[in-house]
């Protein structure tokens, strides 16, 4: 399996992996995704270079986004002074599930955080989806906090605000042919200790 880039190509089969992982999710109780997502929104994201894709031969296999920015009042401002890479809306098809190809994509992802000398790579998971924050524990990652208030709309609880890291490490045997350029280097006292 190789791991790319995604161009705005990518968008109608991103969207649609989104709807099946929001449908699968409704299937077994939660309520995550349940909102279409922008397209728009999407789009600039893949044109920002921060969204990959894995394809196994002809079919694409998982999604994952991986950006320096974090999501607006969920870590504190000393939390943002350490460089830090963030996943978001990592996503694998049904086809491909029970191989943890997700468990992959975030090695590749500490991999690629620490090649761009950042400290954590870091993630906010949704808060009710108790079996996604145990995946995301059984794969190194240390929870932080759960927020629960601020940012969502009119002033509700947080929907995503569980947040959890791990160290940025290198290597981590994702066996994925990564076709993606290198990362560009994050500013910040350890980007240059890599």
Do not use: C
């Not at 989104?18 to 728009?40: C, F, K, N, T, V």
């Not at 394809?55 to 939390?79: H, V, Y």
């Not at 694998?92 to 992959?104: I, K």
């Not at 906090?145 to 940025?168: C, D, F």
């Amino acid at each position: 399996m190789i791991i790319e880039t995604a161009t705005p190509n990518d968008l109608a089969k991103l969207l649609a992996f989104r709807a099946e992982a929001a449908a699968w999710l409704s299937e077994i109780g939660s309520d995550q995704w349940r909102r279409p997502y922008p397209a728009d929104r999407l789009l600039a994201t893949i044109e920002a270079g921060t969204v990959f894709m894995v394809r196994d031969g002809g079919t694409t296999a998982a999604t994952i986004t991986l950006t320096p920015e974090a999501e607006d009042g969920l870590w504190f401002s000393d939390e943002l002074a350490e460089p830090a890479l963030f996943v978001n809306k990592l996503t694998v098809a049904r086809t491909h599930a029970g191989q943890d190809l997700g468990g992959r994509l975030l090695d590749w992802a500490g991999d690629r955080a620490y090649r761009s000398g950042a400290s954590w790579l870091r993630l906010d998971a949704w808060t009710t989806n108790e079996e996604l924050q145990r995946y995301y524990l059984r794969h190194g990652f240390k929870h932080v906090r759960t927020v629960t208030e601020g940012g969502a709309v009119n002033g509700g609880p947080r929907v995503s605000g569980w947040l959890a890291q791990r160290v940025a490490r290198p290597g981590m045997g994702h066996n994925l042919l990564d076709k993606a350029p290198d990362p560009a280097p994050l500013p910040g006292p350890n980007s240059a200790d890599h």
